[in-house]
């Protein structure tokens, strides 16, 4: 059974890049019929999609964050990536990759947060 | 961006009711909705893709109806474990985005 769980650093100073891994395990992140994807929910909100990648680099992103994404996969790893760079307080939030399959996400990690403070 | 809008924002229901929600596209979607339960500190659960299809292991009091704009989650019967909040989620275009949910709780 596919399971995905999101690592990287709890607290990001203002102005850095905040760095986060989704690593897939009980199948491969590059099987063809997935994309892989982030989203994000800043305490007490609701949910911002952030993008999703293809095995292959081939991505789509969320225009709102203007640019300040960059994901990235790792076939050898098994494991996909995002960075969010110039972080601000209002990047705080708790972090989910999860798996796209066609025009929905099914299958999710249980989420990682990430504070932005000084 | 593709505006999504529930209604109600939150809802009072007991056990056994049966719960109706409503999710409004700011634009024609067509069937690219999908609807996710979510519990606190959890990550959210996909019930139904594609406006109507009921997910793998999904129990079946849940159904989902709608095209175009407006669209409908449908709990028949709710249950303790239904206490949670639902998003619905349009993937017709880009940027996918989330409506600002609605909370059953427990009257």
């Known amino acids: 059974q596919l399971q995905l769980q999101e690592s990287g650093p709890g607290l990001v100073k203002p102005s850095e890049t905040l760095s986060l891994t989704c690593t897939v395990s009980?199948?491969?992140?590059?099987?063809?019929?997935?994309?892989w994807a982030w989203i994000r929910q800043p305490p007490g909100k609701g949910l911002e999609w952030i993008g999703s990648?293809?095995?292959?680099?081939?991505?789509y992103d969320n225009p709102s964050l203007k640019s300040r994404v960059t994901m990235s996969v790792d076939t050898s790893k098994n494991h996909f990536s995002l960075k969010l760079n110039s972080v601000t307080a209002a990047d705080t939030a708790v972090y989910f990759c999860?798996?796209?399959?066609?025009?929905?996400?099914?299958?999710w990690g249980k989420g990682t947060t990430v504070i932005v403070s000084s | 961006d593709i505006q999504m809008t529930h209604s109600p924002s939150s809802l009072s229901a007991s056990v056994g009711d049966r719960v109706t929600i409503t999710c409004r596209a700011s634009?024609?979607?067509?069937?690219?909705l999908n609807w996710y339960q979510q519990k606190p500190g959890k990550a959210p659960k996909l019930l139904i893709h594609?406006?109507?299809s009921l997910q793998s292991g999904v129990p079946s009091r849940f159904s989902g109806s709608g095209s175009g704009t407006d669209f409908t989650l449908t709990i028949s019967s709710l249950q303790p474990e239904d206490f949670a909040t639902y998003y619905c989620?349009?993937?017709?275009?880009?940027?996918?985005?989330f409506g600002q949910g609605t909370k059953v709780d427990i009257k």
């Open positions: 990648i293809y095995y292959s680099g081939s991505t």
């Open positions: 009980g199948g491969s992140v590059s099987n063809t019929n997935y994309y």
């Open positions: 594609s406006a109507s």
């Open positions: 634009q024609t979607i067509y069937t690219y």
């Open positions: 989620q349009q993937s017709h275009n880009i940027p996918w985005t």
């Open positions: 999860a798996r796209r399959l066609g025009y929905r996400m099914d299958v």
